[in-house]
């Protein structure tokens, strides 16, 4: 997995994750949205992803 580089709107980690599971990055965001209403460190995962997943390379084509 990697983080997008062109659908990115912060760091790229919800389009690397629309981009593994096939999915529109928006959807991923609004799901992402959503879930970090519940309680809990969400925001802190998200953190965590952008440190330690890396950015796709520039010759990384989706699908």
């Known amino acids: 997995m990697y983080r997008s580089r062109e659908h990115r709107i912060i760091a790229g980690v919800c389009g690397g994750i629309a981009?593994?599971?096939g999915m529109p990055p928006t959807l991923v965001r609004i799901l992402w949205?959503?879930?970090s209403?519940?309680?809990g460190?969400?925001?802190v995962l998200?953190?965590?992803m952008w440190i330690l997943v890396p950015q796709?390379?520039?010759t990384y084509r989706t699908v």
């Open 19 to 21: 981009d593994r599971l």
């Open 56 to 58: 796709a390379p520039k």
């Open 33 to 35: 949205l959503i879930l």
């Open 41 to 43: 460190p969400l925001w």
């Open 37 to 39: 209403l519940i309680p």
């Open 46 to 48: 998200y953190v965590a």
